[in-house]
């Protein structure tokens, strides 16, 4: 089981071009979360999908920021264009959570990040 | 708010010294609280829960919901335990996990 898989590692772009990370989650995992990590900061939640559907993406900032999550599985997370401050580690991660009865806390399984550095 | 702080952000210790590594939280109900490490080269990964009450390589960690804390403890220090951690809070719900600053942990040999 390879995990979590997201790619490209690392990308250097200029600002203003547009950017897209990939992320292929755990197999059987139906929620996928996005997070942006800072440089010295913890993640933060960009977006939560549960299957196809985004049900948290208050924190992405939807003027440069977009995410699919097409046939539930594989999510992609577009930045357009991009932003000095964008530069960041973007991490993905996902688990298998299920709402309403009793809820227990299914841990949720990182990718190794994308490093993104905005020049 | 719901929030989760980490004042120390560098922490370093001698092989075989006790370590704690200091974790207050803000929320306004019963959150779960969790430490998360990340070892150098790896992956972000899960260490233990509040909820479990278990000792992860010899790591614990105790809930305090009168001083807002869930420091995660060791007797005794290894050089494997370097690595940058994170404590991390959730919910009821479990649908967002808010994560601290870190500490990054250096046990000196």
């Known amino acids: 089981e390879a995990g979590v898989v997201q790619s490209p590692r690392y990308k250097i772009i200029e600002k203003k071009q547009p950017v897209a990370f990939w992320c292929n989650p755990i197999?059987?995992?139906?929620?996928l979360y996005w997070y942006r990590q800072n440089l010295g900061q913890g993640p933060e939640l960009l977006i939560r999908?549960?299957?196809?559907?985004?049900?948290?993406d208050s924190q992405l900032p939807k003027d440069r920021f977009s995410a699919e999550r097409l046939k539930g599985v594989d999510s992609t997370l577009k930045i357009q264009p991009a932003e000095l401050g964008d530069s960041a580690v973007y991490l993905c991660?996902?688990?298998?959570?299920?709402?309403?009865?009793?809820?227990?806390?299914?841990?949720?399984?990182f990718g190794p990040g994308t490093r993104l550095t905005v020049l | 708010a719901q929030r989760v702080t980490q004042p120390e952000k560098l922490l370093s210790v001698f092989k075989g010294a006790p370590v704690e590594l200091k974790c207050n939280y803000s929320?306004?109900?019963?959150?779960?609280l969790f430490w998360y490490v990340q070892y150098s080269r790896q992956r972000l990964q899960l260490l233990l829960r509040?909820?479990s009450r278990e000792s992860i390589k010899g790591f614990t960690a105790d809930l305090n919901k009168g001083e807002t804390s869930f420091h995660l403890k060791k007797p005794f220090a290894q050089e494997e335990d370097s690595a940058m951690y994170y404590c991390?809070?959730?919910?009821?719900?479990?649908?967002?996990?808010?994560f601290g600053p870190g500490t990054s942990l250096s046990v000196i040999p």
């Open positions: 999908y549960e299957n196809e559907e985004a049900v948290d």
């Open positions: 991390a809070l959730s919910g009821a719900s479990y649908d967002k996990v808010i």
């Open positions: 991660a996902s688990s298998f959570w299920t709402s309403g009865g009793t809820l227990t806390y299914n841990e949720q399984f």
């Open positions: 197999s059987g995992h139906n929620t």
């Open positions: 929320y306004s109900g019963s959150p779960e």
């Open positions: 509040h909820i």
